[in-house]
T-cell receptor, first 112, second 112 residues
Framework: TQLLEQSPQFLSIQEGENLTVYCNSSSVFSSLQWYRQEPGEGPVLLVTVVTGGEVKKLKRLTFQFGDARKDSSLHITAAQPGDTGLYLC????????????FGKGTKLSVIP | EAQVTQNPRYLITVTGKKLTVTCSQNMNHEYMSWYRQDPGLGLRQIYYSMNVEVTDKGDVPEGYKVSRKEKRNFPLILESPSPNQTSLYFCASHFTQNTEAFFGQGTRLTVV
């Protein structure tokens, strides 16, 4: 099983600050997905990145896939209390494998 | 509305009493999976299914069974539950491994 290391595990910041969450692996993934999970709910997809070096923006969230497709980052600009939640990265290994590998998650708290 | 429905949402049972957690999706997805989520361990895949009558073990299959007799349903069976199976369980479905995984709302299982 391929491993995805997410960091930091916990993050508590003030409203308006910027932050970056990292997702790293020694393995290559065909694509990488970022999910957000609220307490008591299932994860919900934020974005999928497929091409090495790809950058996608979703309002104040910027997602990047590493050139070698082994790592990814999520940057949030001017965090809001509504950004509070558990952020999960998930990697798809590629053809012939149907296992989506999840990182352990980053629990973000944005304090008003 | 596209959705994955799990039942029950909450379940408390005793050691050794067989139980089934149901999962149904209305998106005609071929791929379905079961995960368990535990503090500090993240989401771990239990079993997955690529299509009707095609299932395979994930990372933590011991103590669980699944079946896929119909495309829309993917029940999780615990033949003889034990306290170490106390966890939050999620069912997910997706069209391909690189596309969005839709998660159910979760089943919180407590085995006493």
């Amino acid at each position: 099983t391929q491993l995805l290391e997410q960091s930091p595990q916990f993050l508590s910041i003030q409203e308006g600050e910027n932050l970056t969450v990292y997702c790293n692996s020694s393995s290559v993934f065909s694509s990488l997905q970022w999910y957000r999970q609220e307490p008591g709910e299932g994860p919900v997809l934020l974005v999928t990145v497929v091409t090495g070096g790809e950058v996608k923006k979703l309002k104040r969230l910027t997602f990047q896939f590493g050139d070698a497709r082994k790592d990814s980052s999520l940057h949030i600009t001017a965090a809001q209390p509504g950004d509070t939640g558990l952020y999960l990265c998930a990697g798809a290994p590629g053809a012939g494998s149907y296992q989506l590998t999840f990182g352990k998650g980053t629990k973000l708290s944005v304090i008003p | 509305e596209a959705q994955v429905t799990q039942n029950p949402r909450y379940l408390i049972t005793v050691t050794g009493k067989k139980l089934t957690v149901t999962c149904s999706q209305n998106m005609n997805h071929e791929y379905m999976s079961w995960y368990r989520q535990d503090p500090g361990l993240g989401l771990r895949q239990i079993y997955y299914s690529m299509n009707v009558e095609v299932t395979d073990k994930g990372d933590v299959p011991e103590g669980y069974k699944v079946s896929r007799k119909e495309k829309r349903n993917f029940p999780l069976i615990l033949e003889s539950p034990s306290p170490n199976q106390t966890s939050l369980y999620f069912c997910a479905s997706h069209f391909t491994q690189n596309t969005e995984a839709f998660f159910g709302q979760g089943t919180r299982l407590t085995v006493v």
